[in-house]
């Protein structure tokens, strides 16, 4: 089945994505008294990022009860241009009074052990038994060209992870090595969201979306959460260049 999506002007994303934060974070808050958000890195988030460091944003959300994590990292150092923590830290987090992130730690001395770090970290803070998977309030995703969602590439063997919630990845282009969270992580989260700009998303849209049983061989399709929201958020240029515009079909975007 094709995934729920909706297309928007390319500057109406983030400003889409920033109501679904608010209105999450502040629900999950009142329900218990914290919020859990994954952020993925790449360009697409780069917008949202300098959104909510600026007003009214970075007041309308409540910080200081949200816990932020990481979709993937790159195997660099914290304050490497390709961090993706390090992006988040320099546009947006560096801007806010309080806040509270779980990053993965890439000093460790390998991959395996970040990956294990992170994993421990998932157990600890969302209070988790051996074989318990933790559910974000919500989780944004981007996708590549190739199909790939956070960094579960086509190909890789991590595709078909099903324990573990922090594997290590392998990318085509570099930083080569990464740490990701795996399916059972993103299909668990009580909302899914994916931004998705730009033409050269097109043919991996396409695939994704005009495939009449609703194609899961790209990785960003298997992304299905059990029992949560899914939602696509694409950008005119990525949606016309899949074949999706008119947009008359998709149906108007509720946030949350
Ligand atoms: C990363 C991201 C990755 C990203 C896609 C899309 O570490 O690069 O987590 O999964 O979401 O590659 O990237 P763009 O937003 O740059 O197109």
Request: with cysteine.
């Amino acid at each position: 089945m094709t995934p729920p999506y909706s297309i928007h002007p390319t500057d109406h994303i983030p400003l889409l994505a920033a109501h679904v934060i608010e209105q999450v974070s502040h629900r999950a808050i009142r329900r218990r008294g914290v919020a859990h958000i994954a952020l993925s890195g790449g360009s697409t988030p780069r917008a949202l990022f300098r959104l909510l460091a600026d007003e009214p944003w970075r007041h309308r959300i409540p910080w200081a009860d949200i816990h932020l994590w990481w979709v993937d990292e790159r195997w660099v150092p914290p304050d490497d241009p390709e961090s993706n923590y390090g992006v988040c830290y320099a546009l947006l987090l560096k801007h806010l009074s309080h806040f509270t992130a779980h990053r993965v730690l890439t000093e460790q001395n390998s991959p395996e052990q970040s990956a294990e770090r992170y994993a421990q970290e998932l157990r600890g803070v969302f209070q988790l038994g051996p074989y318990a998977r933790p559910r974000f309030d919500l989780i944004l995703l981007g996708m590549g060209p190739d199909g790939h969602t956070a960094s579960l590439f086509p190909g890789t063997a991590i595709l078909n992870e099903r324990k573990a919630l922090v594997a290590v990845g392998h990318a085509p282009q570099p930083p080569h090595t990464r740490i990701t969270l795996t399916y059972p992580v993103l299909n668990r989260s009580a909302y899914d969201l994916f931004l998705v700009t730009g033409a050269s998303k097109g043919p991996a849209l396409q695939q994704i979306f005009t495939a009449a049983d609703g194609d899961t061989s790209l990785p960003a399709a298997r992304v299905r959460p059990s029992r949560g929201k899914l939602h696509w958020l694409l950008d005119e240029s990525a949606a016309a260049a899949a074949g999706l515009l008119p947009s008359g079909k998709s149906p108007p975007f509720a946030p949350v």
